[in-house]
């Protein structure tokens, strides 16, 4: 039995500066999660970005879409191995998660990278709410073939970030590979958590890009999960996270 059945941890962000717009519906559980809402700067079921490329129906299905009886999944951010790597955490999280964007990528790909890591921290920490009764902690290793990556996670509200990736190579598909760990970074800000995510081993830097995401997806689930008998606590000797 769930400690607190009637404690939907989700939450739905929009965030909007000059450079983008974003929006972001996550469930922490998994299960239905509603459409994004139309807004003004998502205003039809196919809404179209600065340089004319349209985003399509959230009922479409898209490289980055997965509906099943636990979890309902659907990103599009504009930059596609960004889109399959926020795929991969949420599936491996069992999260629910919609996730839409508008950036400038005339530009490049950072200002969208770097908006849709900071509005799915803001996301986690409304999600999470007050953080008591749960694990805290969590920690998973992650393998892709040849590649090995270890994630670290505590949902500390003292945010600090450390990375070790390795790529070899600039980009991958449109997303440069800098933007992969100044993305984490932004999120952990955000998310109020200590994280550190190794990339142990491998040779592919899209195998390397995958592990460190499911890695990451498997400690967020451990972390997150909801401990029975320890409703209401806070797991700290200070008595406050």
């Known amino acids: 039995m769930s400690p607190n059945p009637l404690s939907a941890r989700t939450a739905v962000v929009n965030r909007s500066t000059k450079e983008t717009k974003i929006q972001v519906s996550l469930s922490l559980d998994g299960g239905p999660l509603d459409l994004l809402p139309t807004t003004e700067h998502f205003p039809a079921a196919f809404s179209f970005t ?13 490289h980055a879409s997965q509906t099943s009886p636990s979890q309902q ?14 795929h991969a955490w949420a599936k491996h999280a069992g999260w629910s998660l919609r996730i839409r964007a508008k950036g400038d990528l005339i530009i490049d790909d950072h ?42 996670l505590d949902l500390s509200n003292r945010p600090f970030f450390h990375g070790s990736f390795g790529f070899t190579s600039p980009m991958l598909g449109t997303l440069n590979t800098q933007m992969i760990e100044h993305g984490l970074r932004s999120w952990s800000m955000e998310a109020g958590v200590t994280l550190h995510v190794d990339v142990l081993s491998g ?3 899209h195998h390397r890009a995958e592990s460190a995401f499911k ?15 320890r409703e209401g606590e806070v797991v700290s000797t200070k008595g406050v996270l």
């Not at 600065?50 to 898209?62: F, K, L, V, Y």
């Not at 998973?140 to 990556?149: F, M, Q």
Request: aromatic share 8%; hydrophobic share 40%.
């Open 50 to 62: 600065s340089s004319g490329h349209s985003i399509p129906d959230q009922n479409a299905e898209t």
């Open 111 to 152: 200002h969208t990278t770097e908006d849709v890591f900071l509005a799915l921290g803001r996301a986690f920490t409304a999600s999470l709410a007050i953080r008591t009764g749960l694990r805290r902690f969590g920690s998973s290793y992650a393998p892709l073939d040849e590649s090995l990556s270890r994630a670290v």
């Open 203 to 205: 040779e592919n830097d």
């Open 215 to 229: 890695a990451l997806a498997g400690a967020c689930r451990v972390a997150c999960e909801r401990v029975e008998g």
């Open 73 to 86: 999944i659907w990103i599009w951010t504009g930059v596609g191995f960004l889109d399959h790597l926020l």
